[in-house]
Nanobody, 129 residues
């Protein structure tokens, strides 16, 4: 089993930045995979924020495009999300997740939650107006 632990969340004023990190016990047990960042607020469906596949291709939700950057370090088994120009609407619990057998970051971003094999416990991001 892959264990994921998120960190880096916190409170920040609008316009500020945060960098989220997702540490994995190991990257993956399969050759094709996707890693993603998701967020959720009470009463809302979980939203895919950014995804990266095993080839390094990325995909972003329109709401964060140009502001967030997803990256991975295979040697350190770490997934990151650099969040710049934060807005109050970015406030949410952020989760990282792994999908085995994924070929496309574009596909991963819109995939249902059950397609993801492992999830972290989440880290809270709060952006003040």
């Amino acid at each position: 089993q892959v264990q994921l632990v998120e960190s880096g969340g916190g409170s920040v004023q609008a316009g500020g930045s945060l960098r989220l990190s997702c540490a994995a016990s190991r990257w993956t047990y399969v050759s094709r995979y996707c890693m993603g960042w998701f967020r959720q607020t009470p009463g809302k469906e979980r939203e895919g924020v950014a995804a990266i596949d095993s080839d390094g291709s990325t995909n972003y939700a329109a709401s964060v495009s140009g502001r967030f950057t997803i990256s991975k370090d295979n040697n350190k088994n770490t997934l990151s999300l650099q969040m710049n120009s934060l807005k109050p609407e970015d406030t949410a619990m952020y989760y990282c997740a792994v999908m085995w057998g994924c070929f496309s970051a574009i596909q991963a971003l819109g995939a249902p939650s059950y397609r993801y094999n492992f999830w972290g416990q989440g880290t809270q991001v709060t952006v003040s107006p």
